[in-house]
């Protein structure tokens, strides 16, 4: 038995689409239908009531495009919001950000001492740190809000001297804290994996949740028999959805992809917000 | 003649506290109804569009509350969403933060060079320009978008090195190209002034644009005989409304403002976007 159902994927942005990146690697014959909210990105910042009010009304325009399965490719949304996202999805098997990199990141700590770096809003939740010591109790987690990150990302900038500059202030305590693993716990933050593993030195392995993340939804479509029959030509009928045409949209969204996104709709806010889903 | 009327104020989230500060000081009578749309700031890097969507919504709830003037305090909107607010104020008059700063910077210019500084949106609507341009033709105006000040600002480093990395970075085009007048065309940038001053040098006039708006504020109130009565006790009478209280609110809005909010009213985003007015 297999489902030709799309997979649905959503994110605050544009960042979810590292997530989307790692799902074609792994599965090429799956299509997506991706939510951005660049209307009203970023959630980071936002107050855990606002969070979850965005993620109810994100999913539930998925739900309404018949999905087999729910990615919340986002960690803010994961870490804060995820219990309205499962109200929303019923039945449908729904996966986040955080499970998957806290597993990971247990099986790789020698020193148990695992540092997460996110927005305000992950780091505040705890969510790793809970995920975390759910998996291995005796493991230290070390958070830090690094809410300067996704704007340099956004501005094209992680290559370059502010980006190093701002690793730097971020994490020295956790490097002098002396932990040996430290999760990405944003999908915006892959991008900057060279400035931060040039900081943090070799020692200190980076685990980038949006690899995990797909693994993880691989191994459920494999579990629960719902892998395409396609083995590849997904991306092509591929639909990504945002609420605003930014103007720095397409090439934000190739350096989070990896390539042009095949197919663009931009939807209303209006309809969002109202739970209507919007025209084809 | 007088009124007793609040002055409605309002922006894309707290930056706009910089405008009710200066009015405070120059007018300590008068009320202010204060909205910021902290659930969907920042506008900067939204398309037209979205920034006139919202803008729209901004205004219609401040005009349900029966005001007697409307201050854009926020030069995105401003710049972008000018229109759609007009539409909706009516007869009511209406102060943006542009055209004050515009004409300020025209007086100063000796070398009829002017820089402006700010968001994506509003570099891009070329409104300064424009400004500047009626009111002086031979000026010429080179503009600079800065995305990251705002979350510098907001993340409480504007004294340190990353603002000055960031500073230099974003100006020393407008520096080499010889203007000797900068216009500061966002309300989070005054927080800069001082990191901003250190990199152009003291030949180059900095405009703060809250101050000008202010100004014409009052000197619009005057003109229509529509000051208040009262020559103190405004801030105390005084209401500030947010879409969402985010985690580092108070302190963000006591940077902005100088003191403490008196009084915060949390708005449903929802009645917002209806067009409902919010309970009192």
């Not at 639909?239 to 042009?260: C, M, Q, R, W, Y």
Request: glycine residues 8%; hydrophobic residues 45%.
């Amino acid at each position: 038995m297999s489902d030709t159902r799309p997979i649905g994927v959503f994110d605050s942005g544009l960042g979810g689409l590292t997530v989307v990146r790692e799902m074609i690697r792994l599965m090429p014959g799956e299509k997506i239908v991706y939510l951005g909210d660049t209307a009203r990105v970023p959630y980071g910042g936002r107050s855990p009531d606002t969070i979850r009010l965005f993620a109810e009304q994100d999913a539930a325009f998925l739900m309404s495009l018949d999905i087999k399965m729910l990615i919340v490719a986002c960690n803010t949304i994961s870490s804060v919001g995820l219990d309205a996202v499962r109200r929303v999805a019923l039945d449908t098997p729904v996966i986040d950000v955080v499970l998957p990199g806290a597993k990971a990141a247990v099986m790789r700590t020698a020193e148990k001492k695992i540092g997460v770096i996110g927005t305000r809003a992950t780091i505040g939740a705890n969510a790793y740190a809970n995920a975390i010591q759910d998996v291995q109790p005796n493991v230290k987690v070390f958070g830090q809000a690094c809410p300067l990150f996704v704007p340099i990302v956004e501005e094209g900038l992680a290559d370059g001297d502010i980006a190093r500059l701002t690793v730097q202030h971020y994490l020295y305590r956790l490097v002098n804290i002396g932990i040996d693993v430290l999760i990405l716990g944003c999908t915006h933050y892959p991008l900057l994996m060279e400035a931060i593993q040039e900081t943090v030195g070799t020692r200190i392995q980076l685990i980038d949740s949006a690899l995990w993340t797909a693994k993880e939804a691989q191994d459920v479509l494999i579990a629960l028999n719902a892998l395409s029959p396609d083995v590849s030509g997904g991306l092509d009928k591929s639909i990504f959805h945002v609420t605003d045409l930014t103007p720095n949209f397409e090439s934000t969204a190739a350096a989070f992809l990896g390539v042009k996104l095949p197919r663009v709709e931009k939807i209303s806010l209006d309809a969002l917000v109202r739970g209507v889903p919007a025209p084809a």
